[in-house]
Nanobody, 117 residues
Framework: QVQLVESGGGLVQPGGSLRLSCAASETMLSIDAMGWYRQAPGKQRELVATMPSSLRTIYADSVKGRFTISRDNAQNAVYLQMNSLKPDDTAVYYC???????????WGQGTQVTVSS
């Protein structure tokens, strides 16, 4: 079982920045998907950004140009750099991994991001 641990969440003012990190307990291959979802109060979980492989990125329209996803396979980690944060970005952010070999999805516990003045 892959365990994912997120960090980097917190309280930030509108226009500020945060960098989320997620470390996996097992080796991630370039073909394994790694990404971030978020869930705001009263809303469904939504895709924020994902890397289906180490060579491709996908972003939600709401975060394009502001968020950047990256990964470091050597560290079995995925990151989310969040700039120009808005109150609507307030949510619990979840790291997710899909292992190609086993066709299994794994989720982190989530880290709270609150954007407020």
């Amino acid at each position: 079982q892959v365990q994912l641990v997120e960090s980097g969440g917190g309280l930030v003012q509108p226009g500020g920045s945060l960098r989320l990190s997620c470390a996996a307990s097992e080796t991630m291959l370039s073909i394994d998907a790694m990404g971030w979802y978020r869930q705001a109060p009263g809303k469904q979980r939504e895709l924020v950004a994902t890397m289906p492989s180490s060579l491709r990125t996908i972003y939600a329209d709401s975060v394009k140009g502001r968020f950047t996803i990256s990964r470091d396979n050597a560290q079995n980690a995925v990151y989310l750099q969040m700039n120009s944060l808005k109150p609507d970005d307030t949510a619990v952010y979840y790291c997710t991994v899909h292992r190609y070999r086993t066709n299994q999805d794994y989720w982190g516990q989530g880290t709270q991001v609150t954007v407020s003045s």
